[in-house]
């Protein structure tokens, strides 16, 4: 076979976006009778190379899709504990001076102070802005864990 009928060759031609198409690439190779058995042999390889390739990233991205929605469970699970710790703070006089009170007031008290502009929620002394706050994350929990869960399953 001369050279410009081998750049011309759809075995040169094929491009492989998925694995059914690399799958039904080899078997093309195999029935086409145009194809020279080195040709077989690089495409065969090549194909094969890519569908384990395609296999592992999806392998990969699944268990990076699993970690991160523990990672996020963890996260608003941490964040629901330090607004409790806020909470019960505010019951007593605490010193503003302290570290760990000083952390509590800057973690919690951006969103608190969004969510008190939107909804007045101090009632006869009592704040329950970290309560709604609670409630919200524990929505998103609900919502968010579960769904990057699933889409890790859906894709490996």
Known sequence: MSADESNCSPIHNLEFTDL??????????FL??????HERNSLLNHNFVRIFKDINNMFILSNFMH??????????????????????????NPDP????????????EPLMY????????????VDLTPMVIILAIIF???FIVPTLHQLANQIS
Not at 32 to 37: C, V
Not at 114 to 125: A, D, E, K
């Open 140 to 142: 998103l929990r609900s």
């Open 20 to 29: 059914t198409t690399s799958a039904g690439a080899i078997i093309q190779l």
């Open 114 to 125: 969004r969510v008190r502009r939107i909804f007045p929620l101090q009632f006869g002394g």
């Open 67 to 92: 970690s991160l929605a523990t990672v996020v469970d963890i996260v608003l699970n941490l964040y629901i504990w330090i607004l409790i710790a806020r909470a019960v703070l505010s019951w007593v």
């Open 97 to 108: 001076y302290n570290p760990i009170v000083k952390f509590l007031y800057n973690i919690t």
């Open 32 to 37: 086409s009778k145009n194809a020279e058995p």
